[in-house]
């Protein structure tokens, strides 16, 4: 946590003790108390200060328009949600599914499960009443240390929240998912500009800089 002192400047909070804590998660640790949108996040009441993420991504893009349906894919803990449950209003729809059990969020649809699991993909499509305006994905594999394992992984994710979105996307609708820089990110690029009209890749300014993620951001569906 970064706090001010008397003269103004800038003072950073040091973890008192490391016992019992491995190298890397004091490093972690250390790093979520000095990360000013983990406070700024705490202070909105949002679950993550991926919430951020979202905003700034709308913020340039606006694709969470008043009464959309949207599908947050990977949404736990909830903070895309509550950006998108915000910006659609109460004529939107959202529906947020995660592997993980989440707490209620108020407005919202959630939805514990495999999104590629027939039973669930049934219920998705139900409470979208068959269509989406908005496919959300911030899915990532646990981490494996390995790079390039790692982006091959979530390259994956990728890839199936496109084939996802693809089922219930309208025409003109939008896409957004989280990758990593590698390489093949290029070759989903390729693919989505069959299908959309505008596809680039953004990194929000609340992405950490010493971070390999970035966005792909697709927008105007056709079929």
């Known amino acids: 946590m970064t706090q001010k002192s008397s003269s103004g400047r800038s003072l950073t909070v040091r973890i008192k003790t490391s016992r ?40 340039k893009f606006r ?29 939107g729809l959202v529906v947020g599914i995660d592997l993980m059990a989440m707490e209620p969020l108020m407005g919202a649809h959630l939805i514990c499960g495999d999104f590629f699991e027939a039973e669930i993909m049934g219920e998705l499509k139900r409470e979208l009443m068959g269509m989406a305006h908005v496919v959300l994905s911030d899915m990532a594999a646990p981490s494996t240390g390995h790079p390039q394992t790692d982006h091959i992984r979530i390259m994956a994710l990728a890839e199936e929240a496109f084939d996802f979105a693809q089922q219930v996307l309208v025409q003109g609708g939008s896409f957004i998912a989280k990758v990593l820089r590698g390489g093949t990110e290029k070759d989903l690029l390729v693919l989505l500009k069959r299908h959309f009209e505008k596809v680039t890749h953004f990194k929000p300014p609340a992405s950490r800089s010493d971070s390999a993620e970035i966005y792909v951001v697709a927008l105007g569906y056709r079929s």
């Open 63 to 91: 694709i969470l328009k008043p009464g959309a349906h949207v599908v947050d894919l990977g949404a736990a803990p909830g903070g895309w949600t509550q950006v998108a449950l915000e910006r659609v209003g109460s004529k």
């Open 20 to 59: 019992g804590r491995t190298v890397s998660s004091q490093r972690w640790l250390a790093r979520q108390l000095n990360d000013p949108y983990v406070q700024k996040a705490k202070k909105a009441g949002y679950r993550s200060r991926a919430a951020y993420k979202l905003s700034e991504i709308d913020d």
